[in-house]
């Protein structure tokens, strides 16, 4: 009868299910895919892929060529990497390291697989210092890392430490006209002299930039200076005499 049904959930089934997939996977049974990234070979289970990566669910449900291979060759990613992927699809750890998160970044934005990438992006911003800031940058840049949150922390970062940052080549390296952050509120936090003394090593650094002036000048407070710094690190300056010079 209707009325003696009974409905039982299981508060073990989502770890039955994962433990189940690792020991299939430690005693190599029913594995029906293997991958293949430079010279190595991943034997797996499309079926756990399919279930962590967006990407792998497309390629073996979709009308694609690989859906009924058993032999897949992946390029534009490195064997470590993956194989740092695939051990947290079927054991949910990975460790990380400013050595490894390259190529685990480069893996993960690959197979599309969010939960890496947000680990990758939080261990890189707990990292982050003025020695390791440009090289974080471009790790996010060269991957396109487009993660709520991390670009606005990120930059809370560069617009707190932009004067001291700009004192090693490493940042200035990376800076561009672009990426400058000249016109943020958040620099007036820096006495206006260093904030002149800082673009000047910028701008020594790259000269190309000397074409934007114009536009750079004006987000310098020279008011906000005192007289001597004015007379003595200023008008003294190559920066400020070019920028004085008549241009046609």
Known sequence: MAGDMEGFSSSIH??????????????????????????????????????????FRMMFTADMREKDQDKIHLKGLTAIGFSHVLQFMYYGTIELSMNSVHEILQATIYVQFIEVLKFCCSFLLAKIGLGNCAEIMRLLDDFVVNIKGIREKLNSFLLENSVPLMSRDDFLC?????????????LSRFPEIELYEAIQSWLQ?????????????????????????????????????YSWQPRH
């Open 174 to 186: 990376y800076l561009s006209f672009k990426k400058s952050y000249l016109d943020n509120d958040c």
């Open 205 to 241: 650094h790259d000269r190309r930039c000397w074409r934007h002036t114009d536009t750079i000048i004006q987000n310098i407070s020279f008011c906000l200076m005192t007289p001597s710094s004015v007379f003595e690190k200023v008008k003294t300056s190559e920066f400020y005499r």
């Open 14 to 55: 989502d770890t039955s299910i994962s433990s189940g997939f690792r020991v299939l996977y430690e005693e190599g049974l029913l594995l029906d895919v293997t991958l293949v990234i430079e010279d190595y070979q991943f034997q797996t289970h499309k079926a756990l892929l399919a279930t962590q990566s967006d990407y």
